[in-house]
């Protein structure tokens, strides 16, 4: 139990500690590359605390999930572009993590909301840039985002942790494309997208995990 303990906070502590000050310094004097290299950690430590807690398979790929997130957060520092494919690797492999433990049981409401994300998701993100040119690449982009929340919801992991954690993620990028719209002179965006995108990430990772090591009957410390 100890040396578990041991084992993993370490990475998750360091993950908090570089998610919450990278809210704070994101728009400070700090050099270019060192900010963007402070953004990535955050989720690299979660890439890392997966890699090392996660059991089999299954936790290599949310290792590989979180790792194309901590690309994709800093390549979208650079080019919009880059950062989106990377995200939409991730996207595929998380999809295809979640597909494998397809909750058996929904109700009617859950399989309804989770069959509306994807369309609503995808309609949302056609419908924010000004510049019409922009539309079909994030409504690309955005089946991808909206399957991998979709997928996640209706997964058998934990739905108060990865489903929610998934939405987070879902409302944090229609946030950055917001800001092609409607929202490009509002300070909301800029208050609200970090944030949100990394408590979704943490809440992703960390359920995922749990689940993972329950079914193999390994401790949670």
Known sequence: MKRAIIESRPYL???????ISYFFVK???IPGMYLMLWKGAAVSFLAIYAFRR?????GRLIALVMAFGAV???LIEIDLI????AFTVGHSIAIALYSRYRRSE??????????????????IAWSLPHERSEALGLAVYSLFLATMAATAWTSRFPRYRVGVGALLFVIS???IFSQMGFLQNSNIPGLTIWPLYY??????VTGVIRTLREDMAIPNP
């Open 27 to 29: 728009d400070g004097n």
């Open 72 to 74: 994709g957060d800093m």
């Open 173 to 175: 990028d229609l946030l």
């Open 54 to 58: 996660g059991p089999g398979l299954d």
């Open 106 to 123: 929904m109700t009617f409401s859950q399989k309804l909301f989770a069959i509306l994300l994807v369309p609503v998701t995808i309609f």
């Open 13 to 19: 502590l360091m993950s908090l500690l570089f998610g």
């Open 199 to 204: 408590v979704g990430q943490f809440l992703i």
């Open 82 to 85: 880059a950062g989106a494919i």
